[in-house]
Every structure is written in C-alpha cells, then in structure tokens.
C-alpha cells in the first residue's frame, strides 16, 4: 500500500467537491454545502487563489484532502497557516492519511515562516480532538468564534456611521 500527497490541480475539482459533501455528512450538516465546482475552480485555481489543497492519494484513489489558506498575525508580524478542512474517507482510516496531511501541512507552515498552524473543530468530534491533541494540539476555551452571515452582513455593510 502506498500514500502519495500532491498539490491539488483544477482536475481535481468534482473530487474535493465530494469529499466537502462527504465532511459535511460526517459533521452531520449535509445541507449545508452551497459550495459549486465552479466555485472552487474560480476561488481555489484561478490568477489570485483563496485558498490551496493537498490531495492523498492511497493506490492511486483520492483518500483525503486538506484545505487550507494563510492568515497574517499583527501582534507576531508572520503569516499563519489556516487548516478549513483536513477529511480522510472512513475506508481510508487508521493508514496513517490524516497524520500525513497534518504533518505536510507543519512542513508547509515552516517552509512559508509562518508563526501559527490553527483550525476549528466541533466540540463533540472528540476522535479528531484527540488526534489533534495528540500531535502537540492546544485547544484554546478562552476564544470564541464569531461570525456574521446573510441578512446581518448585508444589514452591517449597508450601515452608514455619522
């Protein structure tokens, strides 16, 4: 059995498509996928990307991906690297993908001189909360996410302060 990571490739659209579909089930909100194949292809391999992906391969089929993008820290004047999605597919598990991925994604990290190595996790995935932990992971209790969507983004851009 072999493991090949690689920069994901426009080609490669309809497969991160379906492995967003397939995370988005597992984290058990199917309907909450709006994303498109044109969508990724326009935000994640056009003149200016939003974001890159890594692709595992194991025997030549699409085991897992890694989304990611970097953000820049003012308070430490260095750019960090945000992890959005790292899945691997169940028939793929306990081969040693995911710590793959995480570990690519440390030697990305050191190789852009960012500070920072961050993502979210949803607080009952205590399988991936522990394999984070486990790789050297903090979990942060003292931030908060915050987010502002659709009628209220649209409500506060549309504010005028006099």
Known sequence: MSLHLRPATSNDVPEILALVHELALYEKEPEAVRTTEADLLRD????????????????????????????????????????????VRPAFRKQGIGKALFQHLAQVALSRHCTRFQWECLDWNTP????????????????????????????????TTE
């Open 44 to 87: 994640g391999f056009g003149p200016e990307p939003y974001f890159r992906c890594t692709i595992a391969e194991w025997d030549g089929h699409v085991a897992a991906f890694a989304l990611y993008f970097f953000q820049y820290s003012t308070w430490e004047g260095r750019p960090t690297l945000y992890l959005e999605d790292l899945f």
């Open 128 to 159: 991936a909360l522990d394999f984070y932990e486990s790789n050297g992971a903090k979990v942060l209790r003292n931030w908060l996410n915050l987010r502002i969507t659709g009628d209220a983004l649209q409500h506060l851009a549309a504010t």
